[in-house]
């Protein structure tokens, strides 16, 4: 049964970091290309960031290039989120998943950058 596990999410000042975490189980994660998604109420679900199945190539939405840097651990089964310069317009809830979103989604984990 595959599950994604998102954490690390929380409150943070305008300016500041938060480092997010995707714990995958159920496939083999170093087959898949990855990415970071988020939702913000009233909005679309978008991705932010894209990493290959190596993690030698990303890629990252305009709005947070700069500022997100994605990475992965395929001997953990894990896939980051390093997050800095934050900003209001960054709170929303976290998600990650495959390339072409092929896995159910979990619960995410909530950032909201507020002063």
């Known amino acids: 049964q595959v599950q994604l596990v998102e954490s690390g999410g929380g409150l943070v000042q305008p300016g500041g970091s938060l480092r997010l975490s995707c714990a995958a189980s159920?496939?083999?994660?170093?087959?898949?290309?990855m990415r970071w998604y988020r939702q913000a109420p009233g909005k679309e679900r978008e991705w932010v960031a894209f990493?290959?199945?190596?993690?030698?190539?990303?890629d990252y939405a305009d709005s947070v290039k700069g500022r997100f840097f994605i990475s992965r651990d395929n001997a953990k089964n894990a896939v980051y989120l390093q997050m800095i310069s934050l900003k209001p317009e960054d709170t929303a809830t976290y998600y990650c998943?495959?390339?072409?979103?092929?896995?159910?989604w979990g619960q995410g984990t909530q950032v909201t950058v507020s002063s």
């Open positions: 998943n495959s390339q072409g979103a092929r896995w159910s």
């Open positions: 990493i290959t199945t190596g993690g030698g190539g990303t």
């Open positions: 159920g496939f083999t994660l170093s087959s898949y290309a």
